[in-house]
């Protein structure tokens, strides 16, 4: 007898349920190797926008949208979640063997983060899919500020633990994002597939220039990027979730 899913979800539900994996994946590879975890995290953004690309060549399934958001769970909220602990335990040299307070601060904010993007992610799935805006900065656009700083050598572990908690507020503000313009996102895409592929070239050129496109679209499009009065067909490297 042949599993449930056949014949029920396409090739960008494929894509979708892989990125889940890989975000446990990364999750894994973070007590272990930190930069490959923050690039696979990376990656997983990519695919992401990827199965957005799927859907619209292809065409979706109703289970689209409910699979897209579980897999962010997975990539976009529990791995970059992972990454930040990782990096602030071993910065700040606290033990995991031992509860302490400094243990449990930086397991809550980790924790908070998870809660505050599984949130977004409902919030998202609800209300925001049908119009080219977005409120509250997108789960995919705060694990890659983690990823990309991560890679750039950007871990002063204090920062990160800042910038997680931050970003706890930020994913369910009600601050408006718009979508970025197809040649925006070319742009960004591919300044983050290099990232990626080679994050150590000419000085780590390329997560610098990830982390300084992601921040400038982060604090600067609600109010200055260009926006068109009806819907339009907008889309963005890193998706909206």
Do not use: K
């Not at 529990?78 to 602030?88: C, D, K, M, R, T």
């Not at 799935?125 to 789960?139: F, M, P, S």
């Not at 750039?152 to 994913?171: E, H, I, K, N």
């Not at 503000?173 to 742009?187: F, K, Q, T």
Request: glycine share 8%.
């Amino acid at each position: 007898m042949l599993p449930r899913f056949v014949g029920r979800l396409g090739v960008a539900d494929a894509v979708t349920i892989a990125n889940a994996a890989l975000g446990f994946v990364a999750v894994v590879v973070a007590f272990v190797d930190i930069d490959l975890a923050a690039r696979l995290i990376l990656f997983a953004a990519v695919a992401d926008g990827l199965d957005g690309i799927l859907a619209r060549r292809y065409g979706g399934t109703d289970a689209g949208p409910y699979l897209d958001s579980l897999a962010d769970v997975a990539s976009f909220a529990v791995a970059p979640a992972a990454l930040a602990f990782v990096v602030i335990t071993a910065g700040l040299d606290i033990s995991h063997e031992t509860v302490t307070g400094e243990l449990l601060l930086v397991s809550g904010v980790c924790a908070l983060f998870v809660a505050m993007a599984v949130a977004r992610l409902g919030l998202y799935t609800a209300y925001d899919t049908a119009v080219n805006y977005t409120e509250g900065v997108q789960t995919t656009l705060a694990a890659t500020v983690l990823g990309a700083a991560i890679l750039a050598g950007v871990a002063d572990p204090w920062l990160v633990l800042a910038v997680t908690g931050a970003f706890c507020y930020l994913m369910v503000s009600r601050i408006s994002y718009p979508d970025l313009l197809a040649r925006d996102a070319a742009i960004m895409g591919v300044v983050h597939v290099l990232a990626i592929l080679i994050p150590n070239f000419a000085g780590r050129t390329f997560p610098y220039a990830l982390l300084t496109l992601g921040l400038a679209y982060m604090t600067l499009s609600p109010w200055f990027y260009w926006r068109e009065e009806t819907p339009r067909q907008g889309t963005t490297a890193h998706g909206n979730a």
